[in-house]
């Protein structure tokens, strides 16, 4: 699986945007599809996540209510719809996929992912 991240920018507080994962080498619905993202001195942290399903969605409490990932199977992508940004919210932003054969498993943590994209920089000025 390849995987492309894309959509990020510089942006104010309180704006939004919508960053774009695209997938080649399989299909999106054949795997768990995954957001994270890593602020410069941080570890790499869970984002959000859909299920193979597509009927189960997680996401990290800090973004809860403000993010939501979905996915367009038909064309083989997977989004990331970020509202109300915070200036905390800046950090390099990555998709991963996990093969897992749950149908229903949102994985948070970083070793169950099997494939990665490049990272696509978000920033959020105050």
């Known amino acids: 699986v390849q995987l492309q991240a894309s959509g990020g920018g510089l942006v104010q507080a309180g704006d939004s945007l919508r960053l774009s994962c695209a997938a080649s080498g399989r299909s999106v619905s054949s795997v768990a599809m995954g957001w994270f993202r890593q602020a410069p001195g941080r570890e790499r942290e869970f984002v959000a996540g859909?299920?193979?399903?597509?009927?189960?969605?997680y996401y990290a409490d800090s973004v809860k209510g403000r993010f939501t990932i979905s996915r367009d199977e038909t064309k083989n992508m997977v989004y990331l719809q970020m509202n109300s940004l915070k200036p905390e919210d800046t950090a390099n932003y990555y998709c991963?996929?996990?093969?897992?054969?749950?149908?229903?498993?949102?994985?948070?943590?970083?070793?169950?992912?099997?494939?990665w994209g490049q990272g696509t920089q978000v920033t959020v000025s105050s």
């Open positions: 991963a996929a996990d093969q897992t054969f749950s149908t229903i498993r949102v994985s948070q943590a970083n070793r169950d992912y099997d494939y």
């Open positions: 859909i299920s193979r399903s597509g009927g189960s969605t």
